[in-house]
């Protein structure tokens, strides 16, 4: 019988609401079953040692699973990131397990864990970015897993998968290429660290209200035909496949059921894609497929 080869991986949580892991568990091709107890890729497996809303250990015990798995597979194990890292008052906006009766702060394991790690993957746009939990006015200094990495040398080789919350195929597409093809090659990601294959076009070049656009038909109210630029969609500086993958199974996506992309994958929501129901301003945006 052929051997099969385990994957570790460690999830930690930061500044966040667990609605990224929440989105996951929702995946529908592969399920989160797929994941966690099936061969992800023949012959290659996860094995999640670490998470600390669906493992069943709690305190010591878990935590002793979370340091053996650093320790014996250092250089092996994919650090999952998902919140943001709060930096300010050494670490007391946020705490993982203590040492000696002293907690230790999310900064401190996302530096240890991430500096082990085989790669790191921000889920989310907290984890990738700053996100909410960095919206102004920010009272806990956090960052993303990019900018806390550069801040101190780390330079494990890191994947953004941001939204808010993250398509599960984005997140189960990305695992399921590390265990394929190893890491990305560098002109597989974007500037931001995304990978193309998810990140790149602008939602409002495969925007199903894209020829309303063209057409110069705005809506007037949110739910109404005609394009949503008028009412603050942010698709023109968003970039994401949400318009041709959908959610909830392939059944709809935000523009798709009236609403407007509010750029929740962008590297600079929520702050600068604010206000998200008025327009935005002095953006060019892309004159695809017009005639002439």
């Not at 797929?34 to 061969?39: A, H, P, W």
């Not at 080789?157 to 941001?162: A, D, G, K």
């Not at 995304?194 to 199903?208: P, T």
Request: aromatic share 8%.
């Amino acid at each position: 019988m052929a051997k099969i080869l385990d994957y570790p991986l460690i999830w930690l949580q930061g500044a966040g609401c667990t609605g990224c892991s929440i989105s996951i568990l929702n995946a529908a091709g592969p399920t989160i079953k797929n994941l966690l107890l099936e061969e992800l890729i023949p012959g290659k497996r996860v094995s999640l040692r670490f998470h600390s809303t669906l493992m069943a250990g709690c305190g010591e015990e878990a935590l002793t699973a979370l340091e053996t798995t650093r320790r014996e597979h250092r250089g092996g194990y994919v650090l999952v990131l998902e919140g943001a890292i709060p930096t300010r008052g050494n670490g007391r906006f946020g705490s993982l397990g203590e040492r000696q009766t002293t907690p230790v702060p999310i900064a401190d394991r996302v530096a240890e864990l991430g500096a082990s790690a085989w790669t790191v993957i921000a889920l989310g746009t907290c984890a990738a970015y700053g996100g909410i939990a960095a919206a102004a006015p920010d009272v806990c200094r956090a960052v993303g897993a990019s900018r806390f990495f550069r801040s101190l040398g780390i330079e494990t080789p890191l994947i953004n998968v941001p939204g808010c919350p993250p398509h599960p195929d984005w997140f189960m597409g990305t695992l399921a290429g590390l265990l394929l093809n190893g890491l990305p090659k560098p002109e597989e990601l974007d500037e931001f660290g995304r990978l193309k294959a998810f990140y790149g076009k602008l939602v409002h070049e495969n925007c199903q209200r894209r020829a309303y656009y063209d057409e110069k038909k705005f809506a007037a109210n949110p739910g109404e035909e005609g394009c949503l630029y008028e009412l603050g969609c942010k698709g023109p500086v968003t970039h994401a496949d949400c318009p041709v993958r959908l959610w909830n199974g392939g059944i709809n996506w935000c523009a798709g059921c009236g609403s407007m992309c509010i750029g929740c994958a962008s590297p600079w929501f929520p702050d600068l894609v604010s206000p998200l129901y008025e327009k935005t301003s002095d953006v060019t945006l892309p004159n695809i497929g017009a005639a002439g």
